[in-house]
Nanobody, 120 residues
Framework: VQLTESGGGSVQAGKSLTLSCEIS????????MGWYRQAPGNQRQLIAT???????KYSDSVKGRFTISMDSAKGTVNLRMNSLQPEDTGVYVC???????????????WGKGILVTVSS
């Protein structure tokens, strides 16, 4: 099972980006999906997570600016990022938690990450 992120890039402060992540196999069941960010010199930080309903959770630093949405039927999760700031710069990593597919299952699966750079 692979998770593949897309949509990263370089933008100026105040602009928007949408990140997407897709699971390579059809899902039988999944607990949640989320996005983490790793900035240079910092530990990986949880940015947003959702189980697919109205239960999305966000870090305080992105609340009100970022929106996470998951489609478990398609095995995708998106992160809409508005009003980007330089401190949002980092590698964004997709996570699938408590995932079961036809071929395997496990607690946590991770993408390779995608770089977002926000300039002032």
């Amino acid at each position: 099972v692979q998770l593949t992120e897309s949509g990263g890039g370089s933008v100026q402060a105040g602009k928007s980006l949408t990140l997407s992540c897709e699971i390579s196999e059809k899902i039988l069941s999944i607990g949640s999906m989320g996005w983490y960010r790793q900035a240079p010199g910092n530990q990986r930080q949880l940015i947003a997570t959702t189980a697919g309903g109205n239960d999305a959770k966000y870090s305080d630093s992105v609340k009100g600016r970022f929106t996470i949405s998951m489609d478990s039927a398609k095995g995708t999760v998106n992160l809409r990022m508005n009003s980007l700031q330089p401190e949002d710069t980092g590698v964004y990593v997709c996570n699938a938690h408590n995932l079961l597919t036809f071929s395997e299952g496990g607690m946590d699966y991770w993408g390779k990450g995608i770089l977002v750079t926000v300039s002032s």
